[in-house]
């Protein structure tokens, strides 16, 4: 990376501030949720119809079961290796040394890579975003029984956004389940419509945040006002299915997951698509951009 880019002043023009030191503020978003059209994929009018109202959309049984059983294993093998090995793109529990997500798998492994660029999900991809993609971020997720942690609240956009440099809302995360996702066992929670709104947090981002949010994320989350005013509006929805199924949800749609402590664990690959109209400027924060295996700046 060079100096010169770490050094660049935010961009100017900003339409989604946020971490500006004032206070929370709710504004409307200002970019479509689904950019094409039906005939440009595989997704139906119904589907493409829902994902816009809702920020979300399930499939179930996405891949078969002997795929899940390939993947899983390659997903205990690195979580074993992680148990030991150090490196930066492994990030442990807050309170722990458990491993809690391994990040770049899709520029580090090869099993993965070759996941993230299966035609069945960038087909999908394109479609929503009408355009070429690329990966912007990939990682595992672990939530083992017992003892998995929870997510709270966020919009990843709002961190895409200050501490990446993703200029607009023309992104959106794949989420592979691995294992079954039950109601009980810290799945994927969403607030259906939350997409159509943009929370502006308070406060300003520390320098490299990531080293503490990555763990446990207390910077850029929405306070307790405007979630209840988005849940009044859409409701909770908890996002369960059997392994194998995925999840894609919209780069700004409100989510988190409770812990797990339940004997069944919840694992899954998670990949983030962007446009490739949509690539990365300096940070809006004002602050270095943050390291190449969190933000693929390619």
């Known amino acids: 990376?060079?100096?010169?880019?770490?050094?660049?002043?935010?961009?100017?023009?900003?339409?989604?501030?946020?971490?500006?030191?004032?206070?929370?503020?709710?504004?409307?978003?200002?970019?479509?949720?689904?950019?094409?059209?039906?005939?440009?994929?595989?997704?139906?009018?119904?589907?493409?119809?829902?994902?816009?109202?809702?920020?979300y959309l399930v499939l179930d049984r996405f891949f078969s079961a002997d795929e899940v059983e390939a993947y899983r294993n390659e997903l205990?093998?690195?979580?074993?290796?992680?148990?030991?090995?150090?490196?930066?793109?492994?990030?442990?529990?807050p309170e722990s040394r458990e491993v809690r997500s391994i990040f770049a798998v899709h520029r580090d492994?090869?099993?993965?890579?070759?996941?993230?660029?299966?035609?069945?999900?960038?087909?999908?991809?394109?479609?929503?975003?009408a355009s070429d993609v690329y990966i912007h971020q990939s990682r595992i997720n672990y939530k083992p029984g017992?003892?998995?942690?929870?997510?709270?609240?966020?919009?990843?956009?709002?961190?895409?956004?200050?501490?990446?440099?993703?200029?607009?809302?023309?992104?959106?995360s794949c989420s592979i389940a691995l294992?079954?996702?039950?109601?009980?066992?810290?799945?994927?929670m969403v607030i259906p419509g939350s997409q159509k709104h943009y929370i502006s947090c308070p406060g300003e981002t520390p320098d490299d945040n990531f080293l503490n949010?990555?763990?446990?994320?207390?910077?850029?989350?929405?306070?307790?006002?405007?979630?209840?005013?988005?849940?009044?509006?859409?409701?909770?929805?908890s996002l369960t299915g059997p392994a194998g199924s995925i999840i894609l949800f919209d780069c700004n749609t409100m989510h988190g997951s409770n812990g797990n402590i339940t004997p069944f664990p919840r694992s899954n690959i998670f990949y983030v698509y962007n446009s490739v109209e949509n690539?990365?400027?300096?940070?809006?924060?004002?602050?270095?951009?943050?390291?190449?295996?969190i933000a693929t700046r390619d």
């Not at 961009?11 to 978003?29: A, L």
């Not at 949010?213 to 409701?235: M, N, T, W, Y």
């Open 1 to 55: 990376m060079s100096e010169a880019l770490q050094m660049q002043p935010k961009p100017q023009g900003d339409v989604y501030p946020s971490r500006t030191g004032g206070e929370t503020t709710i504004m409307k978003r200002q970019d479509p949720v689904v950019y094409g059209t039906v005939d440009s994929g595989p997704l139906s009018k119904e589907q493409l119809e829902f994902y816009d109202k809702n920020g």
């Open 109 to 129: 492994n090869e099993v993965f890579k070759r996941l993230s660029e299966d035609t069945r999900l960038v087909s999908i991809m394109q479609q929503i975003l």
């Open 213 to 237: 949010s990555l763990r446990k994320q207390e910077i850029g989350v929405p306070d307790h006002d405007s979630l209840e005013f988005l849940a009044s509006e859409g409701g909770i929805e």
């Open 179 to 188: 294992e079954d996702n039950y109601v009980h066992n810290g799945p994927l």
């Open 146 to 172: 017992f003892s998995g942690k929870e997510f709270y609240w966020h919009s990843d956009f709002e961190t895409w956004h200050v501490e990446d440099g993703m200029p607009r809302m023309r992104a959106l």
């Open 76 to 93: 205990k093998r690195l979580w074993i290796e992680g148990r030991t090995k150090e490196a930066r793109e492994i990030i442990r529990e």
């Open 279 to 293: 690539k990365l400027q300096a940070p809006y924060s004002g602050l270095k951009p943050r390291p190449d295996y």
